[in-house]
Every structure is written in C-alpha cells, then in structure tokens.
C-alpha cells in the first residue's frame, strides 16, 4: 500500500508568482479591503458610486412625465414601455440601497475613528507588544482619560449623514427633476412630432442627471454640517464640538487621513 502511495504523482498545483499586473491587482483589492475596514475609505460623494443616489430620480421622470407629457392615447402607449414598474421599483431600490450603505459606512468610520481614541494601543497592533490580560485597566488611561465631542460621536455622524442624504440625494433632486420634466412637458405639449412630446421632456430630465452633485452637494453638506455644529454648542457648549470648526469637516478628515497614510508608509 506504501508502495504505491509513493508512486503517485503529486497532484498539488506547483506554487508559481504572479505576474506584475495581476500581483498589482491583488494588492490593490487588499488595500481597498484593509482601507474600509481600517474606516479610512474614500468618501462616496467623492467617487462615481454618488450617481446610484440618483436612481430614483428615473422614477420621477417617468411619473412627471406620465402626468404632463402623456395627453392623448398615442403618446401614452409610446410611454407605457418605458415607465415599467420594475424598472421602477429596481431604480429606487439602487439609490435608498446607496443612501443606507453611505449613512453605515460613514458611521462605521466614524466608530474606527473613535475607537482609536479611546483604545489606541490596540490600534497599533498588538504583534509588537503581548496582549494585556483580560479586565486589567491601563493606569494612564484613567488618568489622562480621551474627551471624544458629542458631535464627532459615530451616532451623531450617522444622523449628520442622513440627513444630508436625504436632502441632496432625495428631495432636492427630486424636487428638481420633477420641476424640469414638468415644464418642459408644458412647453413641449403643443409640439407636432409625438416623439418631441414624449421623449423631449424625459430627456431634459435626465440630462440634469450628471449635474446633480455639482448643484447640491457642496452647499447642503456646509448647511447641514453647521447646523448641526451650532445646535450642538447651543445645548453641549464648546465641549460637545471640541476645536472642530463650523464646516470643512471633510477636508481636515481627508489631510488627516493622508497624514496616517504616509506615517503607515514609513
């Protein structure tokens, strides 16, 4: 029996390096993974993943459009194909599915960053040093204990972010889409090509598309972001915001990042 085990081939694939691109590709998913996990992504405003938030405005445009577009038999037959209910319903389940993915991730930021305040020798890695015996108290932690204000808590980031989904992602695109296809279908209404009728207005409002983070992002995330600063200070004083200023949150978490970055890399 021996005998013939030995003779066996060995049946393991030989272990053999990756080529460059591939071996790139394979480290890059590793960062990106060891990224989001460390809480240190990219902000989703930032990326084109913003234009899934979008996809329910097709929901818009197609119900404006059915109501003011659509004003003899013709041209509601022509639009019946298109403001399918599944299509529909598929566009907006993408975009609250963006939204509620956005608010997580930045909440789960948020807690990696509080979390290295408050715990940062388990940040640095516990390979380096042996690992502290379970319910033993670090004396200088009690000592010098880590003030984390209201206002940057995980929870409160959380609520910051959804709200800011829900105006610049939801009710403002909406509002304007719709305002778009509704006028544009008025004016368009006594046009004699039953395509112009139909699909002039649709396509307006999709056109405004791709401007849409340009519009709202930048200002309803200012508005917001104060807002909360200022209500805040008004019920915790300056403890409750810390040396946080009124706006530019994201700018100072981005140099902050790219400063833990580069100490990363050295």
């Known amino acids: 029996m021996s005998g013939r085990e030995g003779d066996r081939p060995n049946s393991a694939f030989p272990r053999e390096?990756?080529?460059?691109?591939?071996?790139?590709?394979v480290d890059k998913q590793d960062d990106w993974m060891d990224s989001f996990y460390e809480g240190e992504g990219p902000d989703t405003t930032d990326t084109s993943v913003r234009y899934a938030a979008?996809?329910?405005?097709?929901?818009?445009?197609?119900?404006s459009a059915h109501r003011y577009v659509a004003?003899?038999?013709?041209?509601?037959?022509?639009?019946?194909?298109?403001?399918?209910?599944?299509?529909?319903?598929?566009?907006?389940?993408?975009?609250?599915?963006?939204?509620?993915?956005?608010?997580g991730h930045e909440g789960w930021?948020?807690?990696?960053?509080?979390?290295?305040?408050?715990?940062?020798?388990?940040?640095?890695?516990?390979?380096?040093?042996?690992?502290?015996?379970?319910?033993?108290?670090?004396?200088?932690?009690?000592?010098?204990?880590v003030h984390i204000p209201a206002i940057e808590d995980y929870r409160a980031v959380m609520a910051q972010r959804a709200?800011?989904?829900s105006l610049a992602s939801m009710g403002l695109p909406a509002f304007t889409i719709h305002s778009v296809v509704k006028y544009s279908g008025k004016a368009l209404k006594s046009a004699a090509n039953p395509a112009i009728r139909t699909w002039g207005p649709i396509g307006l409002g999709l056109a405004v598309v791709p401007a849409l983070p340009y519009l709202f992002d930048k200002p309803v995330e200012e508005a917001?972001?104060?807002?909360?600063y200022q209500a805040f200070r008004a019920i915790g004083g300056e403890n409750?915001?810390?040396?946080?200023?009124?706006?530019?949150?994201?700018?100072?978490?981005?140099?902050?990042?790219?400063?833990?970055?580069?100490?990363?890399?050295?």
Request: charged fraction near 30%; proline fraction near 5%.
């Open 163 to 165: 709200i800011f989904q």
């Open 17 to 25: 390096q990756l080529n460059k691109d591939l071996q790139k590709l």
């Open 71 to 103: 004003y003899t038999s013709d041209i509601g037959e022509s639009f019946r194909p298109v403001a399918h209910p599944i299509m529909v319903r598929s566009a907006y389940a993408v975009s609250w599915a963006y939204v509620l993915g956005d608010v």
């Open 224 to 228: 917001v972001e104060w807002t909360f």
């Open 109 to 145: 930021k948020a807690y990696k960053r509080n979390q290295r305040l408050l715990h940062p020798q388990a940040e640095e890695g516990s390979d380096d040093k042996p690992t502290e015996p379970m319910g033993k108290v670090d004396a200088e932690a009690l000592q010098h204990p």
């Open 240 to 266: 409750a915001v810390g040396n946080r200023h009124s706006t530019g949150r994201k700018e100072a978490l981005q140099a902050e990042a790219k400063i833990a970055r580069e100490k990363k890399d050295l």
């Open 54 to 63: 979008y996809a329910n405005r097709l929901r818009t445009i197609m119900l």
